[in-house]
């Protein structure tokens, strides 16, 4: 009998998940087996604040037939689930998605020194630029410590330049599909690839206030913009509108026949019962409601990781754009099959920074018979139409609180009002109010002001809650 070979150690397998993304980019990028790699050296599941494992970085030469320009490639691993053991995303019975359901990518162009080494030392290798790796992270960050995903289409106010220098315009991001990496079945579920795309602000807004996906469309059609493969060019110094003049004006046409696709956007809030003469069936106030959910969501069993994740650092946050009404109210948290509880008038408070999404979303969400959601911390707050299906209001009863949820039916009649008010009042989409204002709408016992919120009061140190 032979002998064994005890020096000899078993061959270790990468798991399942890493397995078929590796063998996935194996297959798009035969050439190059062993990219270069950021790695996150003290893992998320033992304690680390970096969720993504590892981020690749590849070189596309560009490709000349598809007008596809020369540039770096990030894929980021780790908001799937590579393991399939539950030690990072915890496997939900009926869901197909595989962790979070999407891994994050950038395309990054060349620039012009880049290119000339390349043509003149064709044989020595080139480095990429390692701040997409972080940019990636970050937004990696974000996703795992709020439980938010991301969808083609949506934004992402960066508010900063992504390269972290003074000079670039491109300062704000949106979200396509990786034209090369699709989506992809694996053993622990699908995953979609999300490709990050920095814009200027005037297409941020415009995502903002119409259609993420609409302004990607637009971004493509040209190679300054990002063409076919929406590669991000750091050294881009105008605009798609400033470079196109129509497409805006095609922009606000759809916008006006169609209306926009922003289903909501994080906002600070309060709200109060108005209490008309006759007795209230039951008080409901913002603060003890956040309060509530607060220690409720607490009061969750938590991991031992879960509980030592600090706030995420992240910009201002990113907007919802899905058309489901449930879908459109991301708390991940919600109490057991809550009851609705009808009001007979509210006073709401909104923040002035997000005044301005007021009359996009009566004129663009409301008019053509749909939602649109403001999200606090901990609650949320859904304008819908009369024929949005599945809320929990009516026009008899227009205003309910469901659980953390609270909801407030804008009937068609009102609609027209409400838009011309806004607009006398100066609201539109570049309005930001210095002062206090308030508009009242007494027949249907509703009042609007705009003004900072207060607060909710701290919770004692020792529950202090997690965000979302």
């Known amino acids: 009998m032979a002998e064994a070979n005890l020096d000899k150690k078993p061959e270790v397998k990468p798991p399942p998940g890493l397995k078929a993304i590796i063998d996935h980019l194996g297959q798009v990028y035969p050439n190059q087996p062993n990219p270069l790699q950021v790695t996150t050296l003290l893992k998320y599941w033992l304690g680390g604040q970096d969720p993504l494992d590892y981020i690749s970085m590849y070189n596309y030469p560009g490709d000349v037939d598809r007008n596809v320009p020369p540039h770096w490639h990030y894929i980021s691993f780790g908001l799937s689930d590579l393991h399939g053991d539950e030690r990072v995303h915890l496997r939900e019975e009926g869901v197909t998605r595989s962790g979070m359901g999407f891994e994050l990518t ?132 105008m605009s798609v509108f400033e470079l196109f003049p129509e497409t805006l004006l095609n922009l606000q046409d759809d916008l006006e026949k169609q ?31 956040s309060e509530k959910c607060a220690n409720d969501e607490n009061n969750r069993q938590l991991t031992d990781t879960q509980m030592k994740r600090e706030e995420p650092s992240f910009p201002q946050s990113m907007s919802m754009s899905s058309n489901s009404l449930h879908k459109s109210c991301p708390l991940d948290f919600q109490a057991q ?59 008899n009863e227009p205003y309910g609180v469901l659980g953390y949820w609270i909801q407030v039916l804008i009937p068609d009649e009102l609609v027209p009002r409400l838009m011309e008010d806004f607009r006398s009042a100066g609201l539109d989409e570049k309005c930001e109010p210095k002062e206090r204002l308030e508009l009242e709408w007494p027949d249907k016992n509703l009042k609007l002001i705009i003004d900072q919120p207060e607060p909710v009061l701290p919770m004692s140190l020792d529950a202090a809650p997690l965000k979302m």
């Open 337 to 395: 099959a809550p009851n609705c509880i009808s009001l007979d008038g509210i006073e709401i408070t909104l923040a002035p920074g997000v005044a301005k999404y007021l009359l996009l979303a009566i004129k663009d969400r409301i008019r053509h018979g749909r939602h649109f959601t403001f999200k606090a911390q901990h609650l949320a707050l859904t304008l819908v139409a009369e024929s949005v299906t599945g809320s929990a209001v009516t026009v």
């Open 259 to 289: 209306g926009s696709d922003l289903a909501g956007v994080n906002a600070d809030f309060t709200f109060r019962e108005l209490k008309p003469t006759k007795e209230v069936k039951e008080e409901v106030d913002f603060q003890a409601l």
């Open 106 to 237: 950038f395309r990054l162009a060349k620039t012009e020194i880049e290119l000339k080494q390349q043509i003149e030392n064709p044989e020595k290798p080139q480095r990429p630029p390692t701040w997409p790796a972080n940019l990636l992270q970050a937004i990696g960050r974000y996703c795992f410590q709020t439980g938010n995903g991301l969808c083609f289409g949506d934004n992402i106010p960066w508010r900063k330049s992504l390269d972290g220098s003074t000079t670039s315009k491109l300062q704000n991001l949106l979200v396509a599909q990786d034209p090369q990496l699709g989506c992809i079945d694996t053993p622990t579920g699908t995953v979609d690839f999300c490709q990050i795309v920095g814009v200027f602000d005037d297409e941020l807004e415009q995502a903002s206030r119409w259609n993420g996906r609409g302004v990607l469309n637009f971004l493509r059609q040209d190679m300054q913009t990002g063409g076919d493969w929406l590669v991000t060019n750091m050294d881009r110094q």
